[in-house]
């Protein structure tokens, strides 16, 4: 069985964590690596699940500052597409109300990678 590189965002409003660590758990041994856009909330659960389980991880903050620390406001759009390109599969926890995480449904579903959408906190 072959594994991949999934990248996770979510919804900063988690009430159940133990929904998104039952989704990790059911995909334990298919997963290669997670990249996590950090907000807060979502991202949490899943670097403890990775540490607890041995998963490589890399977090992505967003940030407004471009790598030469000068203020950018389109530098976290900049580093999503850069994430999103580098990663396999998709999985975004969330609640149906945030913006932001649709936004970044959008951008995924118009570079045409693999998704998945969970939702949270029914």
Not at 77 to 94: M, R, S, T, Y
Request: proline letters at 2%; aromatic letters at 12%; a positive charge.
């Amino acid at each position: 069985m072959s594994k991949f590189d999934i990248g996770i965002f979510g919804s900063s409003d988690v009430k159940n964590p133990d929904q998104i660590t039952r989704y990790l758990d059911s995909k334990k041994g298919k997963i290669n690596s997670i990249n996590i856009h950090h907000s807060s909330g979502v991202p949490e659960v899943v670097i403890k699940w990775c540490s607890e389980n041995r998963i490589n991880y890399c977090v992505h903050f967003p940030r407004n500052y471009d790598q030469n620390n000068n203020f950018d406001k389109g530098a976290n759009f900049k580093n999503l597409l850069k994430i999103i390109d580098h990663v396999e599969l998709w999985v975004i926890f969330w609640d149906y109300r945030s913006r932001g995480t649709k936004n970044l449904i959008d951008l995924i579903i118009s570079k045409q990678k693999r998704y998945e959408i969970i939702k949270i906190n029914d």
